[in-house]
């Protein structure tokens, strides 16, 4: 099975000065079926990537679901937020909807859910 990259832009939400927009930023997001079936990843710039299950990231775009450090949710009609807990603080992104819809799309073609 092939490994699924897609680069998609999203906005980090920040407490600092609000007045400015600073724009999106570039995100991976990695799905590698050999690897971890269940799971996907999320590269942010300057830090770690997070894995989470595909599961979630599927259902947050419809209802709120959160496992363990990491909480989805739809915002709206097009945009849902991937909210990540760590040690070292909590970083919140908003991405466009059918981004995610497109690469989980992508993941379901190199591997389907096993039932």
């Known amino acids: 099975m092939s490994v699924v990259e897609?680069?998609?832009?999203?906005?980090?939400?920040?407490?600092?000065?609000?007045?400015?927009?600073?724009?999106?930023?570039?995100v991976i997001l990695r799905y590698d079926p050999d690897t971890d079936p269940r799971s996907v990843?999320?590269?942010?710039p300057g830090t770690n990537e997070w894995t989470f299950s595909r599961a979630?990231?599927?259902?947050?775009?419809?209802?709120?679901?959160e496992s363990g450090?990491?909480?989805?949710?739809?915002?709206?009609?097009?945009?849902a937020v991937v909210e990540l807990h760590s040690d070292h603080g909590t970083s919140v992104v908003q991405f466009e909807s059918k981004a995610l819809l497109r690469?989980?799309?992508r993941t379901y073609m190199a591997a389907p859910v096993a039932r």
Do not use: K, N
């Open 56 to 65: 979630l990231l599927e259902q947050g775009l419809r209802v709120p679901a």
């Open 69 to 79: 450090d990491v909480r989805v949710w739809p915002l709206g009609r097009v945009q």
């Open 6 to 26: 897609q680069y998609a832009r999203a906005h980090i939400v920040t407490d600092e000065d609000l007045r400015e927009d600073p724009g999106a930023v570039p």
């Open 103 to 105: 690469f989980l799309r």
């Open 41 to 44: 990843r999320v590269g942010l």
